[in-house]
T-cell receptor, first 114, second 112 residues
Framework: DGGITQSPKYLFRKEGQNVTLSCEQNLNHDAMYWYRQDPGQGLRLIYYSQIVNDFQKGDIAEGYSVSREKKESFPLTVTSAQKNPTAFYLC?????????????FGPGTRLLVL | QKEVEQNSGPLSVPEGAIASLNCTYSDRGSQSFFWYRQYSGKSPELIMSIYSNGDKEDGRFTAQLNKASQYVSLLIRDSQPSDSATYLCAFHSGGGADGLTFGKGTHLIIQP
């Protein structure tokens, strides 16, 4: 059963704490993405990765970090430098055969600050 | 600055009627255009993509693209209550895997 999984579904962060959001895909897609969605807003790109061991900053990368050690996995760390982390975080993937721009989303992680 | 403009709504349409959703974009270099449907609390689901000027039909959905006017629309025929959702317009420019630019979405309500 192919798809994108994200965990946890809900995540609570304390002040000054780093937290890591998981994203895994078994679609054999090369490219993966992280977006952030605030209430009533569209999605904004945080980071993206086209191949393993390479990633690029998106429009709002400050306060976030990523790694891409495996094709299937693209975890996102929300650092303490991100002062307003409360949002819905969405991971997506795409591949060259389907067209890089055709992106499919995981179910999302909702991050809340305690 | 790449921008996408959508009317946030809510747009209220009677069941069985045609719902018309509109989107304008700022980047003339945009190549690909997408409509995603997002139910409350859920992730976006791709429903239509369009790359060339004109119309593209898929079941009850028709996407329309006019690159000269920088305008893309989505028509939903025979609207059903299950179509009630937020519809996000997105575009991609360039040839690489560098992410999509999204609008804020239009909240559509289908009235039974």
């Amino acid at each position: 059963d192919g798809g994108i999984t994200q965990s946890p579904k809900y995540l609570f962060r304390k002040e000054g704490q780093n937290v890591t959001l998981s994203c895994e895909q078994n679609l054999n897609h090369d490219a993966m993405y992280w977006y952030r969605q605030d209430p009533g807003q569209g999605l904004r790109l945080i980071y993206y990765s086209q191949i393993v061991n390479d990633f690029q900053k998106g429009d709002i990368a400050e306060g976030y970090s990523v790694s891409r050690e495996k094709k299937e996995s693209f975890p996102l760390t929300v650092t303490s430098a991100q002062k307003n982390p409360t949002a819905f975080y969405l991971c997506a993937s795409s591949d060259l055969l389907g067209g890089w721009e055709t992106q499919y989303f995981g179910p999302g992680t909702r991050l809340l600050v305690l | 600055q790449k921008e996408v403009e959508q009317n946030s709504g809510p747009l209220s349409v009677p069941e069985g009627a045609i719902a018309s959703l509109n989107c304008t974009y700022s980047d003339r270099g945009s190549q690909s255009f997408f409509w995603y449907r997002q139910y409350s609390g859920k992730s976006p689901e791709l429903i239509m993509s369009i790359y060339s000027n004109g119309d593209k039909e898929d079941g009850r959905f028709t996407a329309q693209l006019n690159k000269a006017s920088q305008y893309v629309s989505l028509l939903i025929r025979d609207s059903q209550p299950s179509d009630s959702a937020t519809y996000l317009c997105a575009f991609h420019s360039g040839g690489g895997a560098d992410g999509l630019t999204f609008g804020k979405g239009t909240h559509l309500i289908i009235q039974p």
